[in-house]
């Protein structure tokens, strides 16, 4: 082999990690983000699940006829 071939070859394996590892930096971002969205969202659910409900509305529900 001779020396550019080498340097080629040390050059492109340098560009496929580096392309991998934007990769997975991408995927963690997005990772991230939904596990953000996740959280909001549970938050949201456990506060709107312990409140009160709004005046006028009972805590049991009247199914008489």
Request: charge should be neutral.
């Amino acid at each position: 082999m001779s020396v550019s071939s080498i340097a080629a070859t040390a050059v492109a394996s340098q560009q496929n990690q580096i392309a991998q590892a934007m990769q997975i930096a991408v995927l963690r971002a997005g990772h991230e983000q939904e596990k953000a969205l996740v959280d909001m969202l549970a938050t949201a659910a456990q506060s709107s699940a312990r409140a009160t409900p709004p005046a006028g509305l009972g805590a049991r529900l009247d199914i008489g006829v």
